[in-house]
């Protein structure tokens, strides 16, 4: 590095090699990511959903949305277990422009059939008025799958694809509970940039550490490392809660590194020229 600075070298120059490797590293990992984790994710929870519900009553995991047999997407608010019941549930049953939306204060499982109980059926025009509402004591529906089996279809945002969560967002909005599925469509694109953002970041600061050796860098890696993880853990959080937008909550780690980087480059670049540049 002093040897190409002497040469008159911008910093630009010497790491553009460094940023081209980030940003291949961020399409490698994103694609690993959309076709690849999504699957193994989702064939590892299927196996344990089997080994540990078997033929019982499953266990629903609540306030997300989930798919089912039939072309039905249901959302469950709360589970009790011991009682087998379900507490305010959802259904959305796909047949047309508008779904057909099903609600119940409660629901019962038994072999392959839901009995929902106090709920209202609603279905949709073309420009998304009620056209028919009917309020119902019992309704039963037949889910078709047996025991734990029936939820192998159900997927959490970290088994979807960014196709497939985008299709949900469009399904169910990005408010409410779907906030959750919002911020993982927008971090699957967010992390895998992180590999250029860090080499953005990387470059101006590995200047300060070639004077030191190697443990000023590798101490400065490790806590660069723990802040951004610090950062995206806050920021998600956050926008799960509805406290940030989906948007920001995912890119926000992002925007303060690549803003960091630009500014020490841009410093570290304008110090290289005045250093090693003669007048």
Same mark, same amino acid.
């Given at each position: 590095?002093?040897?190409?600075? %002497? ?6 120059? #010497? ?31 299927? #196996? ?27 959302? !469950? ?11 305010? *549930?959802?259904?959305?049953?796909? +047949?047309?422009? %508008?779904?057909?939306? !099903? ?13 929902? +109980? ?18 119902? +004591? ?52 967010? !992390?895998?940039?992180?590999?250029? *953002? ?5 470059? &101006? #600061? ?20 723990? !802040? ?34 630009? #500014? ?13 540049? &003669? +007048?």
């Amino acid at each position: 590095l002093q040897a190409m600075q %002497l040469a008159g070298m911008s910093l630009t120059r #010497l790491f553009v090699p460094v940023l081209i490797f980030g940003l291949v590293m961020a399409g490698v990992t994103f694609l690993t990511n959309e076709l690849f984790a999504p699957w193994a994710n989702h064939r590892a929870n299927n #196996l344990i959903r089997r080994a540990a519900f078997g033929e019982a009553f499953p266990q629903v995991r609540e306030q997300i949305f989930f798919r089912g047999p039939d072309n039905r997407f249901f959302y !469950i608010e709360r589970v009790d277990d011991q009682q087998r019941t379900l507490h305010n *549930v959802m259904v959305y049953e796909v +047949a047309g422009p %508008l779904p057909r939306l !099903i609600t119940a204060r409660s629901a019962h499982w038994d072999e392959q059939v839901w009995h929902l +109980a106090n709920g209202v059926i609603r279905e949709f025009d073309e420009e998304g008025f009620v056209r028919y509402e009917a309020r119902f +004591a019992t309704m039963d529906i037949l889910v078709k799958l047996e025991g734990g089996m029936f939820f192998a279809g159900q997927k959490t945002p970290d088994e979807m694809t960014a196709k497939e969560l985008r299709q949900y967002l469009a399904l169910f909005g990005q408010g409410g509970a779907a906030t959750r599925f919002a911020v993982e469509f927008h971090r699957k694109f967010a !992390i895998p940039l992180a590999s250029a *953002v860090f080499a953005l970041v990387a470059a &101006p #600061l590995s200047v300060y550490a070639a004077h030191g050796g190697r443990f000023p860098g590798v101490a400065m890696s490790i806590v660069l490392l723990f !802040i951004y993880y610090a950062v995206m853990s806050v920021a998600r959080a956050l926008g799960a809660t509805g406290g940030l937008p989906p948007m920001l909550a995912a890119w926000l780690p992002n925007l303060l590194f690549g803003l960091g980087g630009v #500014l020490l480059w841009a410093r570290e670049d304008g110090w290289m020229r005045r250093r090693y540049v &003669p +007048a």
